[in-house]
């Protein structure tokens, strides 16, 4: 199994980037998708973005394609997310996960593994 841990929230103007990461303990990391969520309040929990173990397969909320980019580096068990040209919509506590397996998914539900989340709030 995995233990997610994520960093490099904070609070940003309209315009700015921000790139958070995550850090997964455990082994076989490479073996596991990963994917950041994100669920502002009063909102449910939404996919935002989603790696392959190997790196090589990406997928995008239509809301964030552009302007953000996940990214992972399996030698230092840690993904990435790059986020530019942020909006006040992007305000969110932004979560990474991890499932077992290649296959994707943008439910919540099959991803085992969760962070404790960053806060990520963006300002007009």
């Known amino acids: 199994q995995v233990q997610p841990v994520e960093s490099g929230g904070g609070l940003v103007q309209a315009g700015d980037s921000l790139r958070l990461s995550c850090a997964a303990s455990?082994?076989?990391?490479?073996?596991?998708?990963m994917a950041w969520f994100r669920q502002a309040p009063k909102k449910e929990r939404e996919f935002v973005t989603s790696?392959?173990?190997?790196?090589?397969?990406?997928y995008y909320a239509d809301s964030v394609k552009g302007r953000f980019t996940i990214s992972r580096d399996n030698a230092k068990n840690t993904v990435f997310l790059q986020m530019n040209n942020l909006e006040p919509e992007d305000t969110a506590v932004y979560y990474c996960?991890?499932?077992?397996?290649?296959?994707?998914?943008?439910?919540?539900?099959?991803?085992?593994?969760w962070g404790q989340g960053t806060q990520v709030t963006v300002s007009s």
């Open positions: 996960a991890a499932k077992r397996g290649t296959s994707h998914s943008d439910y919540p539900t099959e991803y085992r593994y």
């Open positions: 455990g082994r076989a990391f490479s073996s596991y998708a």
């Open positions: 790696i392959s173990g190997s790196g090589g397969t990406t």
